[in-house]
Each structure stands twice: as structure tokens, then as C-alpha cells.
């Protein structure tokens, strides 16, 4: 029979500063002012801590307060930890600070109107010394001497020399209006879209979709072919085809009912939004637009 693991309470990073701001000053009123907080609510962080560990970390007498002999190597890591995570914060302030001035950002339109629009505000905000030369244009120049300094697109393939950063996965499905299925049979198959109206990206000329590891990969037959999201979701309430679409933007249209799931056990390739820098080494206002719409689009 296997003997159990016993498992300890980590300390958190906070104890761990409050523990060595303690032991640096050699005292528990002197910390307590450094650290801004009633000494009586640091002496109870410290007991707390050493009660989860089980070692008594401290000497305490009337006069000083001083490392006990099992805490000094204990001690020791804990300020290299410390010490780091100090560090880590000052360089990402003065990364912050450094972000500053004008910032050259192309956008896809749609992209622009349905997912980084609603954010910009809240960016603004946060960065008041950025200013934002927002170019809306459906073309992506990926070569040429005038680069901005982000490109926000689909797509995930990597220019030479250009950073690409990873900002969302969208999962997509096949969506059409209810009027469109009730004058032409709904598909049951992917070979049958081959017969339906389909909105497509322009240029597209086969779709690729997979059920249980089956690849099935269906040329769609439409007359409309277009390169903005939001436009191709309108046409397919309108009941002019089926359409691929990300299923975040469907999620209203089908609760309201102006959109079905077409071939619903079938799925359809991730759409993913990326930010394109310049080169390797964008500039504080680049990273610092990149990192936000990242943490902000993962949320969604």
C-alpha cells in the first residue's frame, strides 16, 4: 500500500512580503508602517502563516523580532522571490510609462465593427498618452515600406521578420434563415450544399468540414461572395444563403429565431484574429494595444 503524500499550505506571495518586510526591519511597527497597514493585522498575517506551515518562523521578545534557526533558509528564498516579483512589477510600470504617442493600427472593417470597436474605449482610458490612427482597410499589405504598426486580421500565418500574437479562436458553424429552409430543402449531407446558395469569402472555393475525425470538404455554390462578417450574417437573415459564421456573433439571431443551424453535427473550421507587429521589436504603444485586446477578446 502507498504511503500518502502530505501536502502543506503554499504561502502566498502577500505573506511572504509581509514575512520578509518583517525580518528586514527587525521589527513588526517598523514593517507595518512601510507596508501601510495596523501592526496588529500584520502580527495576525504572520501567526496565520506559521500555524499553515507549522513552524514557528520568528523569535519575538519586547525588543526586537529576529529569524528563528530552522526559517533563515526559508527566509532567504522567500526574499529572491520576493525581490523578483518586485522587479517584475517595476518593469512592467515603466513599460506602461514608456507606452506613449501615436500608434499606426490597421484593422479589417468587420473585425474592427464587431470585435476590437467596443473595446477602444476602455483602451483609451487606460492609456491617455497613446494616440490611436486607426486605418479600416479590408486590404493587408504584407510587404511594402509604409507597414503600420499593428495589423489586427484573420488568419494565422507569420510574415518574415513580423510578430504575430494569437488574440482569439472563434468557433464557427453553418447558419441560415428559416425563410431560406422552408423554400429549399435543408442539407443532410456536405456533398449537399453543392445544390444550396451559399455567402462565401471571396475567393473561397471549397469549405472543409469534419464529424468524427471524417473530413468532408464541399464546394459551395453561391452567387454571393463578400469579406465582411458582419454584412455576410445580415444577407443570411435576409435569407439569401447559408453562411459560415462564428457562432458568437449567431448567438442573438438564433435565440430570436431570424437564424437555424445548418448540418449542426458537422463542425466547421476555427475563425482566429490575430495582431500583426511590424517587425520583432514593436514599440511600447503596439505591445501595449496587442496585450489588452489579448486579455480582453479571451474573455469572451
Request: proline share 6%.
Amino acid at each position: 500500500m502507498k504511503e500518502k503524500r502530505q501536502f502543506h499550505h503554499t504561502p502566498s506571495l502577500d505573506d511572504m512580503v509581509l514575512f520578509v518586510e518583517v525580518v528586514r526591519t527587525g521589527s513588526f511597527h517598523r514593517a507595518a508602517q512601510l507596508l501601510d497597514m495596523p501592526g496588529a493585522t500584520l502580527s495576525r498575517r504572520i501567526a496565520a502563516m506559521e500555524k499553515r506551515l507549522g513552524v514557528r518562523l520568528l523569535e519575538r521578545t519586547t525588543r526586537r523580532v529576529a529569524l528563528s534557526e530552522c526559517a533563515r533558509l526559508f527566509f532567504e528564498r522567500c526574499a529572491v522571490l520576493v525581490d523578483e516579483a518586485r522587479q517584475a512589477e517595476a518593469l512592467l510600470q515603466s513599460q506602461q510609462a514608456m507606452a506613449a504617442g501615436k500608434l499606426h493600427v490597421r484593422i479589417a472593417p468587420d473585425i474592427a465593427v464587431l470585435w476590437v470597436g467596443p473595446l477602444l474605449a476602455e483602451f483609451t482610458r487606460l492609456h491617455p498618452d497613446i494616440t490611436l490612427d486607426l486605418d479600416l482597410n479590408s486590404t493587408v499589405d504584407e510587404q511594402g515600406d509604409c507597414q503600420p504598426d499593428l495589423t489586427i486580421r484573420q488568419g494565422s500565418s507569420r510574415p518574415a521578420g513580423r510578430q504575430v500574437c494569437l488574440l482569439a479562436t472563434l468557433t464557427q458553424g453553418l447558419f441560415a434563415a428559416p425563410g431560406y429552409l422552408a423554400r429549399h430543402m435543408a442539407p443532410l449531407t456536405p456533398a449537399e450544399l453543392a445544390t444550396h446558395d451559399c455567402l462565401h469569402p471571396r475567393g473561397q472555393v471549397q469549405w472543409t468540414l469534419c464529424q468524427a475525425g471524417k473530413l468532408q470538404q464541399p464546394l459551395p455554390n453561391g452567387r454571393v461572395g463578400l469579406n465582411d462578417l458582419g454584412l455576410m450574417r445580415t444577407l443570411a437573415e435576409q435569407g439569401v444563403g447559408i453562411a459560415m459564421l462564428p457562432k458568437q456573433l449567431t448567438q442573438e439571431a438564433v435565440r430570436s429565431g431570424r437564424l437555424v443551424a445548418v448540418l449542426p453535427d458537422w463542425e466547421c473550421p476555427s475563425l482566429t484574429l490575430v495582431a500583426l507587429a511590424a517587425n520583432d521589436t514593436p514599440p511600447p504603444q503596439a505591445v501595449a494595444l496587442r496585450d489588452f485586446l489579448a486579455s480582453r477578446l479571451a474573455l469572451d
